[in-house]
């Protein structure tokens, strides 16, 4: 994990210290990209370095969501979230609700209503998430 990582700066901007476990974590989710449950990042977390346990995990997953630097979604009304690094800020899917494949785009055309949301309620939005739920052309084509 560079010192120069994006998210090692998040951290510090916020005051929070970058222990090994914290490195560890970001570095398991930086090599694996997609979206990963607690389960598999613990794991990939002890494939790199077993002596980080499960609670670190579960602390770094907390800190990195209250900062924004992950994003828990619920994939096709999973009750278990799937973690996703959010590496510029937007992150959104279409899902086929026959098959469950899931295409992710990061354009989502939001800002003026986000803006327009901030000043009607005078709140600052951190965030959103978007999708979309449909029936892709391989299902349709299957008469699904």
């Known amino acids: 994990m560079d010192s120069q990582s994006p998210y090692i700066q998040i951290l510090r901007e916020h005051g929070c210290r ?3 476990a914290r490195r560890v974590v970001l570095r398991a989710l930086e090599d694996a990209s997609g979206h990963y449950t607690s389960a598999q ?17 579960f602390r770094a997953l907390e800190l990195f969501t209250r900062l924004g630097i992950l994003r828990p979604t619920y994939l096709s009304g999973s ?17 086929c609700s026959q098959c469950q494949v899931i295409h992710e785009f990061d354009d989502c055309g ?5 803006r327009q949301l ?15 739920y449909g ?4 299902c349709q084509a299957a008469g699904a």
Not at 41 to 57: C, K, M, T, W
Not at 110 to 114: G, I, K, N, Q, V
């Open 18 to 20: 970058i222990t090994q």
């Open 41 to 57: 990042i613990i794991a990939a977390v002890q494939a790199l370095d077993p002596r980080v346990g499960r609670a670190s995990v």
């Open 79 to 95: 009750l278990t979230p799937a973690y996703v690094l959010m590496s510029d800020g937007h992150h959104h899917h279409v899902i």
């Open 110 to 114: 939001l800002d003026a209503m986000t």
């Open 118 to 132: 901030e000043s009607r309620l005078n709140l600052r939005i951190d965030g959103h998430l978007l999708e979309f």
């Open 135 to 138: 029936v892709c052309a391989d």
